[in-house]
């Protein structure tokens, strides 16, 4: 009798676990799925040539000339290329084993050019790229930097954060958490204001955000992933640190110009 039983409940058992009488899993909160950012389209409109020599940290186009900061320390520089052949016809080196030369951006024909570690900013006179005219101290490691029509933006790069800087004392005014739909977005990098929005160059990547200045959200990201590889083959494998880097804007024709870090060519891109 004893087996009887025993048989009789393993085979009860057995019924009410069969895969016909499992319980039906709760329905996932739509609210917890990452909404993807929206992909920017965009078409490449020409192909310039670049400096290979450049390893470009800032890149910014102001009437009708172009100027871009480099850095590889003592190989930094301050300069101004013609962007359609890629000659410098201006150089200022400004490296040292200790300066590390960063991101750039001109606001009141004032040139702000960061450096990485040494927590230094260099202010020029747009009309003379050969001496600095001030210097700023900067808390942080400086990476990108841009501007809208008041303040200076600036990227540490470390941290998701974009800061708000008064241009004349270069104290901070605000601090702006910087996040996608998957959360905080760090290694923000070259940056670029584009009819009122950042646009922000994520480092190691070939991605470059648009950003919300107000809410500090991603509400669109480009993808320049073979770009650099379809235009120069001999540019493949890249080498690791020599990644997309350096983003410019064009207000006359609405085009913005995109490299690397010794990127033999430059993109003019237009956005759909």
């Given at each position: 009798?004893?087996?009887?039983?025993?048989?009789?409940?393993?085979?009860?058992?057995?019924?009410?676990?069969?895969?016909?009488?499992?319980?039906?899993?709760?329905?996932?909160?739509?609210?917890?799925?990452?909404?993807?950012?929206?992909?920017?389209?965009?078409?490449?409109?020409?192909?310039?040539?670049?400096?290979?020599?450049?390893?470009?940290?800032?890149l910014e186009f102001h009437n009708g000339t172009?100027?871009?900061?480099?850095?590889?320390?003592?190989?930094?520089?301050?300069?101004?290329?013609?962007?359609?052949?890629?000659?410098?016809?201006?150089?200022?080196?400004?490296?040292?084993n200790e300066i590390f030369g960063e991101g750039?951006?001109?606001?009141?024909?004032?040139?702000?050019?960061?450096?990485?570690?040494?927590?230094?900013?260099?202010?020029?006179?747009?009309?003379?790229?050969?001496?600095?005219?001030?210097?700023?101290?900067?808390?942080?490691?400086?990476?990108?930097?841009?501007?809208?029509?008041?303040?200076?933006?600036?990227?540490?790069?470390?941290?998701?954060?974009?800061?708000?800087?008064?241009?004349?004392?270069?104290?901070?005014?605000?601090?702006?958490?910087?996040?996608?739909?998957?959360?905080?977005?760090?290694?923000?990098?070259?940056?670029?204001?584009?009819d009122g929005f950042v646009f922000a160059n994520?480092?190691?990547?070939?991605?470059?955000?648009?950003?919300?200045?107000?809410?500090?959200?991603?509400?669109?990201?480009?993808?320049?992933?073979?770009?650099?590889?379809?235009?120069?083959?001999?540019?493949?494998?890249?080498?690791?640190?020599?990644?997309?880097?350096?983003?410019?804007?064009?207000?006359?024709?609405?085009?913005?110009?995109?490299?690397?870090?010794?990127?033999?060519?430059?993109?003019?891109?237009?956005?759909?």
């Open positions: 009798m004893k087996s009887f039983f025993a048989l009789a409940f393993v085979v009860v058992l057995a019924s009410c676990n069969g895969s016909d009488n499992k319980p039906d899993k709760p329905d996932q909160d739509s609210s917890l799925i990452p909404i993807p950012v929206p992909v920017i389209a965009y078409n490449i409109v020409a192909d310039h040539p670049h400096d290979p020599g450049a390893y470009t940290q800032g172009m100027y871009e900061s480099t850095g590889d320390y003592a190989k930094s520089t301050l300069r101004i290329t013609d962007y359609k052949t890629g000659k410098v016809e201006k150089n200022h080196p400004m490296g040292s750039m951006t001109i606001f009141k024909d004032k040139i702000y050019q960061l450096t990485w570690q040494s927590n230094v900013v260099y202010v020029y006179d747009i009309k003379d790229i050969t001496k600095p005219i001030k210097t700023f101290v900067w808390p942080y490691e400086g990476w990108g930097i841009t501007h809208n029509e008041t303040d200076l933006i600036i990227s540490t790069g470390v941290n998701p954060n974009l800061y708000f800087v008064d241009p004349d004392n270069f104290k901070i005014k605000n601090i702006l958490p910087v996040n996608d739909s998957k959360g905080p977005v760090f290694a923000l990098n070259e940056l670029e204001w584009i994520v480092y190691e990547t070939d991605s470059i955000y648009k950003i919300d200045p107000q809410s500090g959200k991603v509400v669109g990201v480009m993808n320049l992933a073979g770009v650099i590889q379809k235009a120069a083959p001999e540019f493949h494998p890249i080498p690791q640190d020599e990644v997309l880097n350096g983003i410019a804007y064009d207000t006359a024709t609405k085009t913005m110009f995109i490299t690397g870090k010794r990127w033999p060519r430059m993109f003019e891109v237009k956005l759909n």
